[in-house]
């Protein structure tokens, strides 16, 4: 299995500041159609997760432009441009480049 | 408008079998391309895959449960069904279902609360 390796933010984080949440991926990503499988999700308190980027860098639709991602094969990351009250959740990154499908542990946002 | 909505049994004892539904609307399973899949989360924990079935049946299932999972979907009534045998209290957990849009899970459910108890 792709095991899926979160880092932790430096909580609580100061509105307006930006952050950046790092993932990495045992195995690359990358596919031979030049796509590479890594999502990222947000988990608000109390509701379900929220698909945001997909293809490492592609924004989900109605997904604010504060949000993006980036990357190589193995090695990710997502920028929240000025943090405000409602990123607050946990974040997620999942690969959907071969089954069983796998996700971090989750990185918490927490608001000052 | 795409929603999907998980039923199950709310609680269960060890041993049993459970089985939860995905009633959804706003897309067909008999659609090229389409598939739904089961996730879960231990409360207070992360995400787990479980399981996932495509317009063509074709089925994928987490290893790690080792056999004790089985999907399968009714096309005409809008649902998708994951079985999961011999429950534990392991298997105590909130149940999403999910539809992929591109490589991510686009549409989750609200999700239902499992419990496993004797």
């Known amino acids: 299995d792709i095991v899926m390796t979160q880092g932790a933010l430096p909580n609580p984080v100061p509105s307006g500041e930006s952050v950046s949440i790092t993932c990495r991926s045992s195995k690359s990503l990358l596919y031979s159609d030049g796509k590479t499988y890594l999502n990222w999700y947000l988990q608000r308190p109390g509701q379900s997760p929220q698909l945001l980027i997909y293809?490492?860098?592609t924004r989900a639709s109605g997904v604010s432009d504060r949000f993006s991602g980036s990357g190589s094969g193995t090695d990710f990351t997502l920028k929240i441009s000025g943090v405000e009250a409602e990123d607050v959740g946990v974040y997620y990154c999942q690969q959907g480049l071969e089954f069983p499908y796998t996700f971090g542990a989750g990185t918490k946002l927490e608001l000052k | 408008q795409v929603t999907l909505k998980e039923s199950g049994p709310g609680i269960l004892q060890p041993s049993q079998t459970l089985s939860l539904t995905c009633t959804f609307s706003?897309?067909?399973?008999?659609?090229?391309?389409?598939?739904v899949g089961w996730i879960r989360q231990p409360s207070g924990k992360g995400l787990e895959w479980l399981a996932n079935i495509w317009w063509d049946d074709d089925k994928y299932y987490n290893p790690s449960l080792k056999n004790r999972l089985t999907i399968s979907k009714d096309t005409s009534n809008n649902q998708a069904f994951l079985k999961i045998t011999n429950v534990d209290t392991a298997d105590t957990a909130t149940y999403y279902c999910a539809r992929p849009v591109d490589s991510g899970w686009g549409y989750w459910g609200q999700g239902v609360m499992v419990t496993v108890s004797s």
């Open positions: 293809w490492m860098s």
């Open positions: 706003g897309f067909s399973l008999s659609t090229y391309g389409m598939g």
